[in-house]
T-cell receptor
């Protein structure tokens, strides 16, 4: 297994454009988390999935943000009408709650968004 | 007040020193994670614990559930230990909440 994979690694876009990030978790990991991190800060929770179900979405997330995990495997995070304040590193993590697994978190390398 | 508080925010020490990073939380949890993030790098899980103590190499993590407190210790610190150390708790709803991190710098 190659671990958690995120792409693109870096996205530069103009304000007002839509962007989409993809996360491929470790196979058979049923939990998938999206976080946002800005410079000097710890990761900030955005949303998470148990299989294909989105269990919680942060109140910090405006309606411009949407996430999906249609088949319980990969997930996408879309930001519509991007604003400069959306510039951040978007991190994905996965874990498994199946019996015999530790529940340890595995993180992707992140997708860095720069909104001009 | 943040649900997860770490101290200190920044720590600079000499190589070889014993390092302690603290984490306090205010919510009921099912587990606590210690994570490491190198500059420009991804986040790596160091420990996941729900009670007692775990040791891996020069790293030791302890948790006191009653006091809602955890510590991460590094023995014989080395410049390569320089990184941001993040405490994260998994609450009863399986949501993971992160602390702001402790920036550690070990001088040679």
């Amino acid at each position: 297994d190659t671990g958690v994979s995120q792409n693109p690694r870096h996205k530069i876009t103009k304000r007002g454009q839509n962007v989409t990030f993809r996360c491929d978790p470790i196979s058979e990991h049923n939990r998938l988390y999206w976080y946002r991190q800005t410079l000097g800060q710890g990761p900030e929770f955005l949303t998470y999935f148990q299989n294909e179900a989105q269990l919680e979405k942060s109140r910090l997330l405006s309606d411009r943000f949407s996430a999906e995990r249609p088949k319980g495997s990969f997930s996408t995070l879309e930001i519509q009408r991007t604003e400069q304040g959306d510039s951040a590193m978007y991190l994905c993590a996965s874990s498994s709650t199946w019996t015999g697994n530790t529940g340890e978190l595995f993180f992707g390398e992140g997708s860095r968004l720069t909104v001009l | 007040k943040n649900e997860v508080e770490q101290s200190p925010q920044n720590l600079t020490a000499q190589e070889g020193e014993f390092i302690t990073i603290n984490c306090s939380y205010s919510v009921g949890i099912s587990a606590l994670h210690w994570l490491q993030q190198h500059p420009g790098g991804g986040i790596v899980s160091l420990f996941m614990l729900s009670s007692g103590k775990k040791k891996h190499g020069r790293l030791i993590a302890t948790i006191n559930i009653q006091e809602k407190h955890s510590s991460l210790h590094i023995t014989a610190s080395h410049p390569r230990d320089s990184a941001v150390y993040i405490c994260a708790v998994e609450n009863r709803d399986d949501k993971i909440i992160f602390g702001k991190g402790t920036r550690l710098h070990i001088l040679p």
